[in-house]
């Protein structure tokens, strides 16, 4: 077999969110309000960084596991912010989040339920979104199959003859898939190796640079003008943002002139064909959703100028039409109260807001387009040097980031051994004061009077009383209680006459003369 390669980028002209069973979990992001961002943070490094105080009191509020004790978390977050990955946020969401914290009583499950902030698909290293090859591979097959459906015989009576059985699984758009694809008569274990899209490989579409995302609602709409929307709650998703790069190739192995080869599949598909699908099929979509948009006064998504690229829709709420085969669509419509019913379209569309209940359309925008178009070698040299230059930034930011957690660690420690040294120093204070106190209770009354004499903190009060207990002192205590008594006075300047008062004088001399210096 010889393979067709198309080496492509695809170029997002709408907000994109590809679902990944992930969200931003309570513990890894705190709002910053001034920036109008979620900072987004690795709640490993987040712990080790707080002081062991606020890392127990974090712990004991996440081990509690209820739906209050998240919003507990997140006014401990909000206290303590922390360096980490800005995701831009729609202005109405930062509202939302403060909301959110004022929360009490009953209202606080109902809220934090719908309060989930749904990730697109992201590569784990980096953090950056990516498109996973089967979102686009996806989009290709819907559009053949619809050319498919366009040219060949109408299988409409085809499909009212299929009865699914009572109590299994409506399966006839799979057999209309088969039957467009003339699978209809392979046997069951045949069908996977049969079918064309095998021999179809699509890789996943890589980030080119930096590539932003933004937290958006997601808000149901009706297609005509009405006083009263769906009663549909919004969503809360991250989604990329237009004017995003990535890179990726469709592979198509062509089956050769051997008898084996050309049985290998149903009907081969060529890249010519499979883009001219897209063409066909998602260009005619965007005409019909340009005209529903401009019925309810929402701007069109520009996709440039024609030949630019190949029209291309992926991810969460492209809409039904765009993922189904428009001459056997059977799109459910829910009426409420009055059950369900079945039309060949749509009658609501899911569209990107900045606000939870926007009161005008203008800022309302459709989910999912792209553009495909062909790699040229200057396109190669430019985006290979816009991803180089993003990931020197990013290993400077990483080095900085570094440097920054090593200096906060050093000075963690800093303040570490500086409560050891205090703490340290308090018990030998302590150790000293109780060894003071028992001397001190060991000592005799004449002993105690020497001792604090000796000190010199020693309140004058006490001074002029221990010169009062002096008579009742032995002879050797009361020469050496004299003999400091003596120096604190010549300190003070109270020992020669012309600085005494008379009182002073009288205690002077009686000292001296215990002295012996009369």
Not at 415 to 431: D, S, T
């Amino acid at each position: 077999m010889k393979t067709e390669i198309f080496k492509c980028i695809l170029r997002t002209v709408a907000p994109v969110h590809i679902g990944c069973d992930e969200v931003y979990e309570p513990t890894g992001f705190f709002v910053d309000k001034e920036r109008a961002c979620l900072i987004v943070f690795d709640p490993l490094d987040f712990i080790a960084g707080l002081e062991p105080t606020d890392k127990e009191r974090f712990s004991s509020i996440c081990k509690k596991g209820t739906v209050e004790s998240i919003l507990e978390i997140y006014k401990f977050l909000r206290n303590h912010p922390v360096q980490g990955r800005p995701v831009k946020a729609c202005p109405d969401f930062v509202k939302h989040y403060e909301q959110v914290l004022s929360l009490s009583g009953n209202k606080i499950r109902k809220e934090l339920n719908q309060f989930i902030i749904e990730r697109t698909a992201f590569i784990p290293g980096d953090q950056r979104p990516y498109i996973p090859g089967s979102a686009v591979k996806g989009a290709l097959r819907t559009a053949y199959l619809n050319m498919l459906a366009e040219n060949g015989p109408d299988l409409r009576s085809y499909l009212r003859s299929i009865k699914p059985r009572k109590g299994s699984k409506d399966d006839r758009h799979k057999k209309l898939e088969q039957k467009l694809l003339e699978l209809d008569h392979v046997p069951n274990r045949e069908k996977i190796s049969k079918d064309p899209f095998r021999l179809i490989k699509v890789s996943d579409f890589m980030p080119v640079g930096e590539v932003g995302t933004k937290i958006f609602y997601a808000i149901n709409k009706k297609k005509k003008p009405s006083d009263k929307e769906p009663n549909r709650p919004y969503q809360i998703l991250e989604a990329v943002m237009p004017g995003a790069v990535f890179t990726g190739e469709i592979r198509i192995e062509i089956p050769g002139g051997s008898h084996l080869e050309k049985e290998a599949v149903s009907r081969p598909i060529s890249l010519e064909k499979l883009l001219n699908s897209l063409d066909l099929f998602f260009g005619e979509q965007k005409i019909r959703e340009n005209g529903e948009l401009r019925n309810i006064g929402i701007p069109t998504t520009d996709t440039g100028e024609k030949g630019t690229g190949h029209l291309i829709r992926i991810g969460r709420h492209s809409g039904a039409e765009s993922v189904t085969i428009k001459k056997y669509r059977d799109i459910k419509i829910m009426l409420g109260r009055k059950g369900k019913t079945f039309l060949d379209h749509a009658t609501t569309l899911w569209l990107a807001s900045d606000f939870r209940d926007p009161k005008g359309n203008k800022s309302l925008s459709p989910y999912g387009w792209a553009l495909l178009s062909s790699v040229t070698r200057e396109d190669e040299t430019r985006l290979t040097e816009k991803e180089k230059d993003f990931q020197e930034r990013r290993v400077q930011q990483m080095r900085e980031m570094e440097e920054k957690q090593k200096a906060r660690d050093l000075e963690r420690e800093r303040k570490r051994q500086q409560a050891l040294e205090k703490k340290r120093l308090e018990e030998e204070k302590k150790k000293e004061e109780e060894r003071l106190k028992a001397e001190l209770e060991a000592m005799t009354p004449e002993e105690r009077a020497i001792w604090e004499l000796q000190n010199p903190q020693v309140d004058q009060n006490r001074v002029y009383e221990i010169f009062r207990e002096l008579d009742e002192f032995s002879e050797e205590a009361k020469q050496k209680a004299a003999k400091l008594l003596k120096d604190i006075w010549i300190k003070e300047g109270k020992w020669k006459k012309k600085n005494c008062s008379k009182k002073q004088w009288e205690k002077v001399q009686v000292l001296k003369k215990i002295l012996g210096e009369n």
